[in-house]
Structures are given as structure tokens and as C-alpha cells.
Nanobody, 122 residues
Framework: QVQLVESGGGLVQPGGSLRRSCAAS????????MGWYRQAPGKQRELVAT???????NYLHSVMGRFTISRDNAKNTVYLQMSNLKPEDTAVYYC????????????????WGQGTQVTVSS
């Protein structure tokens, strides 16, 4: 009912930058919070950054000052600008949103993007 299509990602050198985007489409009634999560091999999935519909942001402590989350409500799109990337940032990054659909406009459901590899290495 809600599809999240990610773009960006890939291989970058330490200290480099990447810009991710994620566009939501489908039978959307309301999009509330949007965010990014990541999962490295052998580790649990962790929250990287979230942004509410009102623009309030929350970041994983280790990425504060390096990553910036933003959104364009008119385009139903969330972005993640990643700067000064470190090898420890290597993971599969997933876009996420909490939304309602036209069919069930009162039901808050989490939707996930397909996940995209980000590798930070020399």
C-alpha cells in the first residue's frame, strides 16, 4: 500500500560524503515520522536518524554533527546527507516511515525500503 524507493548509497572513501533519498508512494493518507536505520553484519538494526512531520529530528549519537536528515513533504521524500563518513558507518541503510493509507486512515503502520549498502573503505 505504501512503497519506499531508495536511491544513493555505494562505496565511498573515509571522510567522503553521500546523499541518500527515499520517496514514498502509493495509497498514502498521512505520513508521520520518516527515518533511516542501518544494520551491519552481526549487529542489530539501529536507528540512525528520524524526522517528524513537524521537522523535529533525532540522531544516533555517533552520527550527530556528520549526518543531516531532512524531508520534503510535498514530494513525500526523506533525505540523509552523510558527511565525514567513517568505516564504522558501513552497513545496509534502510528507509522507514510510519504512515496511514487511504484504505485504513486511522491505522499507523511502519513501512520499510529495500535497503541499500553503504561501504566506507579505502
Amino acid at each position: 500500500q505504501v512503497q519506499l524507493v531508495e536511491s544513493g548509497g555505494g562505496l565511498v572513501q573515509p571522510g567522503g560524503s553521500l546523499r541518500r533519498s527515499c520517496a514514498a508512494s502509493g495509497s498514502i493518507f498521512t505520513i508521520t515520522t520518516m527515518g533511516w536505520y542501518r544494520q551491519a553484519p552481526g549487529k542489530q538494526r539501529e536507528l540512525v536518524a528520524t524526522i517528524t512531520s513537524g521537522g523535529t529530528t533525532n540522531y544516533l549519537h555517533s552520527v550527530m554533527g556528520r549526518f543531516t536528515i531532512s524531508r520534503d513533504n510535498a514530494k513525500n521524500t526523506v533525505y540523509l546527507q552523510m558527511s565525514n563518513l567513517k568505516p564504522e558507518d558501513t552497513a545496509v541503510y534502510y528507509c522507514q516511515t510510519t504512515a496511514t493509507t487511504l484504505r485504513t486512515p486511522l491505522a499507523l503502520i511502519d513501512y520499510w525500503g529495500q535497503g541499500t549498502q553503504v561501504t566506507v573503505s579505502s
